[in-house]
């Protein structure tokens, strides 16, 4: 009987477990990024997903540029919206892009 409840107990708690909220992965700290002399910025983005940056998401306007990530994620930048054109790379906590570094959209990983 006792080995019943031990299982019955175990069961339980991993029905639980696996019912339970998970936390909406994030990338921790800060991304900025310049356009049009003022500054931008975007706090705990999400990972994983492609974030076009609103104020130069139109074409018709100049990208952002020197591109700073203060995050614990990779921010991969891009120069077109969408996630689209040429890549870089900027590291986790201290990745940052000169004003020759245009930037559109970005994805954290």
Do not use: W
């Not at 936390?23 to 990972?47: C, E, H, K, R, W």
């Not at 870089?88 to 990745?95: I, K, M, S, V």
């Amino acid at each position: 009987m006792r080995l019943r409840s031990t299982l019955a107990a175990t069961v339980g708690a991993f029905a639980l477990v696996l019912t339970l909220p998970t936390s909406a992965n994030a990338a921790d700290g800060i991304f900025t990024y310049q356009y049009a002399d003022q500054s931008g910025v975007l706090t705990n983005p999400p990972s994983g997903e492609c974030i076009t940056l609103p104020e130069v998401a139109d074409e018709q306007v100049l990208p952002a540029h020197t591109p700073g990530n203060a995050t614990d994620a990779v921010a991969t930048v891009y120069a077109g919206s969408e996630c689209t054109g040429p890549q870089f790379d900027l590291r986790a906590h201290t990745g940052h892009g000169s004003d020759r570094l245009k930037v559109r959209s970005v994805v954290f990983h």
